[in-house]
């Protein structure tokens, strides 16, 4: 049995530390509220505005440390609110996303892209990969069991050494399975 | 291939038409909007609030005619918006399930239960469960494709002379599927 603990991502924003200064004043820094599964990845105390154009979200929690590219990563059911039709993307590949507008403490600014749905994945450390014979980029098929069980195509994985074995869902996903961090999901193909 | 039509149910309630009346003032029916995929069941022109503990939808579209009792169906992203947690029931099976405050331009009322986050299930006219030879309350696994594709598990059939075939699943579902209105499942077990 393959088997994998299960954490459901909230809608969340990457900013760059160009975006984190302009946002929260020179000088500033992002700040850990607690630790995320990935080593070295954490909640930051900080939270902005996103605004779209249909609707907006005034707290949304900053994941640091900051990245290269500010990413804004929404379940569908949030893209719908905002207003817009961002695509399924893995991290980091924001190439023709949507735009939106970011509100901070310290100022405002429109991105041109960088709102994704994030595809869904799991993270392997290489020592799971290998043990499992699973490859980086492959895609699987795991079963999330319970009264909404349901088996979901196309997850992703992602290997690396810097990884622990977790898989990431979303709020839509998660609702629509019943699932909640924590559950454990088993990888069936 | 068992291939079925695929129908998203957004949040909606049923009223009693005792509930109508209350809530819309007397001698008040249901009007019709639109039609739904089932024969005789129409979207209402009339919406309600309906309020929870923590939040609350300002209109909630109304389906009739009229029922038995009064049922608010969500998502579990609208459970969680209200303050609720409702369980996964078959639709009309409410006992022991929250409560809810409903609002309309003549009056508001507060029901002991009768909120639900309805189970997935497909209809079936009774010649299409015959042809396929699927049993009333038998549970189906049903796949949806696409880069989001996955097999949902434990989805209801419901089979009768008054239903027409579609499959209904709620928003969260939908959107862990990337599935829209129109689409099409395929019944694989």
Request: cysteine-free; charged content about 10%.
């Given at each position: 049995m393959k088997q994998v603990p299960v954490g459901v991502s909230a809608r969340h924003i990457h900013l760059s530390q160009e975006h984190v200064v302009f946002l929260f004043g020179k000088g500033a820094e992002l700040t850990e509220l607690k630790p995320l599964s990935?080593?070295?990845?954490f909640a930051a105390n900080e939270t902005v505005e996103v605004i779209g154009p249909k609707g907006s979200f005034p707290k949304v929690r900053i994941l640091g440390p900051a990245r290269k590219r500010t990413q804004l990563e929404v379940s569908r059911t949030d893209a719908f609110a905002l207003g817009l039709k961002p695509p399924v993307r893995?991290?980091?590949?924001?190439?023709g996303t949507p735009g939106i507008t970011i509100k901070g403490p310290a100022g405002e600014l429109a991105i041109e892209e960088g709102v994704i749905v994030a595809a869904r994945h799991i993270h392997f450390h290489t020592s799971d990969a290998e043990r499992w014979g699973i490859a980086d980029k492959q895609r699987l098929k795991v079963r999330l069991g319970g009264e909404r069980g349901m088996v979901l195509e196309n997850v992703v994985a992602r290997v690396s050494p810097d990884f622990a074995l977790d898989m990431h869902i979303d709020t839509d996903e998660a609702n629509a399975a019943g699932a909640l961090t924590g559950d454990t999901a088993e990888i069936v193909d």
């Open positions: 990935q080593p070295g990845q893995e991290s980091g590949n924001i190439a």
